[in-house]
């Protein structure tokens, strides 16, 4: 069993940034790909971006440029930075992990998800 908790999220104006942490108890995460979804109301949940256990990184079309992902292996973090943020990017923000290192956009790669930090863009 893997518990992942997020922390981060917080009201901030449009062209703002905030920087989203995620901590994993798991014993395999310096192996395990990492990713952030996130949930807008009344929405799915979407991907954002994922770190593969080398480091790789992608991201949707949709925060390029403006979100980064990283990870501390040695501290069993990753993180989510996010500038230029805009109205739409207000949502909860999930962090997932996959011990397989599928390198997925989708939900199903997934194993196990924190409980989300909610993220509020005014205006």
């Known amino acids: 069993q893997v518990q992942l908790v997020e922390s981060g999220g917080g009201l901030v104006q449009a062209g703002g940034s905030l920087r989203l942490s995620c901590a994993s108890s798991?014993?395999?995460?310096?192996?395990?790909?990492m990713a952030w979804f996130r949930q807008a109301p009344g929405k799915d949940r979407e991907f954002v971006a994922v770190?593969?256990?080398?480091?790789?990184?992608s991201y949707a079309d949709f925060v390029k440029g403006r979100f980064t992902i990283w990870r501390d292996n040695a501290k069993n973090m990753v993180y989510l930075r996010m500038n230029s943020l805009k109205l739409e990017d207000t949502a909860v923000y999930y962090c997932?992990?996959?011990?397989?290192?599928?390198?997925?956009?989708?939900?199903?790669?997934?194993?196990?998800w924190g409980q989300g930090t909610q993220v509020t863009v005014s205006s």
């Open positions: 770190i593969s256990r080398s480091g790789g990184t």
């Open positions: 798991g014993r395999t995460f310096s192996t395990s790909g």
């Open positions: 997932a992990t996959d011990m397989y290192d599928r390198f997925g956009h989708y939900i199903e790669s997934y194993d196990y």
